[in-house]
């Protein structure tokens, strides 16, 4: 028996098979989140196949996940689809014209740390909880397209959990392997909070990446570029779409995730480079007050690869640094 295609996922209304639909949704019945609607795109393969969500911009200025998911969006044609694509390409409606960096201004909180949300939370709790039950979990695959934020510059890499469920760790794995970074996370980050989708969404039992490319609040096409040929390579992988995946090599995972932050507010002056090797001890940075004397030497924890670093000088106390992806 032929499987018949929903007609709507939550909010989302979906086309039919063969079909594709570009519009807007909300939240229904939820004062604050319908205040905004949020673009989408879906495709509709004639044939049946996977379920596939690709999101973007829950941080409202990483911009190359944004304009890739829109590329996608637009590029994807319904008969080279098999099964469903749906394209939620920015999930921080309030903060992108305000230009919000890691927060959404509606309640100041990162929406990438309150996952799974709450029913009857703050304007992001809500919005976690609505996005996540309503639309998340109805998806086999989950691909959250992130950059280095305003302040941020990076060097490629992917991130995934884990779930101790042995199938679908190695769907999430096999996505991972496909999308063409040098460099793996897989486990979450030291004193960072959790409560990012895609870590929510693979312990609801869909299989769920991460992928960064980019920063500084810069278009570079070669940026955008990656995440368009990375999620089409997982794309193809898992079967969502027609033509053979191109062979990349696999990430190399770090062993654990390194979070560095200021311990007094001052002027940050970094001294590596993403994608740089440090040894445990190195000094990766220098801590000034505002009329130059020093307040802090910032060592490696651990030997490994420079995977992000904050390009604004301007610290607050506990204000991120950098991190580093132990080796
Ligand atoms: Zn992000």
Redesign the pocket.
Known sequence: MARVPPAAIGPLRLPSPGQRVAGRFTFGGDRGLEKYEWPYIAIAGPRPGPSVLVTAG??AA?YTGVEAAIRLGRDLTPPTVRGLVVILPLLNRPGFYERSVYVNPEDGENL?RIFPGRADGSWGERFAHRLLDEVVVRFEHAIDL??G?LVEDLVPFVIYRETGDGVLDMRITRMANAYGATWAVASAPAGERPGSLYAAAAQRGVAAILA?SGGRGLLVEEDVVRHVRGVTNVLRTIGALEGEPERVAPPQVVKSFEWLRSPSEGIFHVRVRVDQRVRAGEIVGEMVDLVGEPLATIAAPVSGVVLFVVTSPAMKKDGLLLAIGAL
């Open positions: 829950i941080h990483e990438n992130h950059a934020d960064e």
